[in-house]
C-alpha cells in the first residue's frame, strides 16, 4: 500500500512558476511508476506527465511538453512536476498517482494508488 500526499500548489500569476511535490509512503515507493493528472472545473480528469521507478524514462501529454518537467528523487520518496510559465488555463486540481506497472500510462484509470490534490489557480 502507498500513500501519496501532493504539495505545493498556490496562487500566482500567469508567467510565474511552481514546484509541486508528491510524497510518497512506504519503501517500496522507489519502484513505482508515479503519474501527475489535472482536473479543472466542470472538466474530466487529464494527464499531464509520468515518471518510471528510475525518473531515466519520463512521459507528457502533448499539450504539455515544453512547460511541464517532472522528476523524482528516490532518497526522499518525492516525485515534483515543475510548471513554468503559467498560464490562466492551467488552474486546476493537481494530483499525483502511483502503480506498479512496467509502462508509463496515461489512463487515471491505470493507476491505483492517488493523493488528495493540490490547487493550482493561476490569475491573469
Known amino acids: 500500500q502507498v500513500q501519496l500526499v501532493e504539495s505545493g500548489g498556490g496562487s500566482v500569476q500567469a508567467g510565474g512558476s511552481l514546484r509541486l511535490s508528491c510524497a510518497g509512503s512506504?519503501?517500496?515507493?522507489?519502484?513505482?511508476?508515479v503519474g501527475w493528472f489535472r482536473q479543472a472545473p466542470g472538466n474530466e480528469r487529464e494527464f499531464v506527465a509520468a515518471i518510471n521507478w528510475s525518473g531515466h524514462m519520463t512521459r507528457y501529454a502533448d499539450s504539455m511538453k515544453g512547460r511541464f518537467t517532472i522528476s523524482r528523487d528516490n532518497a526522499k520518496n518525492t516525485v515534483y512536476l515543475q510548471i513554468d510559465s503559467l498560464k490562466p488555463e492551467d488552474t486546476a486540481v493537481y494530483y499525483c498517482?502511483?502503480?506498479?506497472?512496467?509502462?508509463?500510462?496515461?489512463?487515471?484509470?491505470?493507476?491505483?494508488?492517488w493523493g488528495q490534490g493540490t490547487q493550482v489557480t493561476v490569475s491573469s
Open positions: 498517482a502511483a502503480d506498479r506497472i512496467e509502462t508509463l500510462v496515461s489512463g487515471s484509470y491505470e493507476y491505483e494508488y
Open positions: 512506504g519503501r517500496t515507493f522507489s519502484s513505482y511508476v
